[in-house]
Nanobody, 114 residues
Framework: QVRLVESGGGLVQPGGSLRLSCSAS????????MGWYRQASGKQRELVAT??????NVAESVKGRFTVSRDSAKNNVYLQMNSLKPEDTDVYFC?????????WGQGTQVTVSS
């Protein structure tokens, strides 16, 4: 059973930074792709950034402010979020694609407010 655990969310002022981490367990070998999505209450979950052997895919709304990276040996993925804006407030979910199956973490709240 693959399990994803996110950490690093919290409350930050506009213009501030946060770093999200996601750790995967229950896998044997490398995960194909990992990434981050976010979802506001009542809205559809949307892509923030993903990373795989083919490269990275970053949403236009966060390009230049957010950076996704991973430690493939540990099956961890990170999201460095800089210049945060109030509209970045959401629950952020870690996603992993492993052996053809998609797995999600439980989510971590990010709130950008003064």
């Amino acid at each position: 059973q693959v399990r994803l655990v996110e950490s690093g969310g919290g409350l930050v002022q506009p213009g501030g930074s946060l770093r999200l981490s996601c750790s995967a367990s229950g896998t044997f070998g490398s995960i194909n792709a990992m990434g981050w999505y976010r979802q506001a209450s009542g809205k559809q979950r949307e892509l923030v950034a993903t990373i795989s052997s083919g490269g990275t895919n970053v949403a236009e709304s966060v390009k230049g402010r957010f950076t996704v990276s991973r430690d493939s040996a540990k099956n961890n993925v990170y999201l460095q979020m800089n210049s945060l804006k109030p509209e970045d407030t959401d629950v952020y979910f870690c996603k992993a694609v492993y052996r053809g199956y998609t797995y999600w973490g439980q989510g971590t709240q990010v709130t950008v407010s003064s």
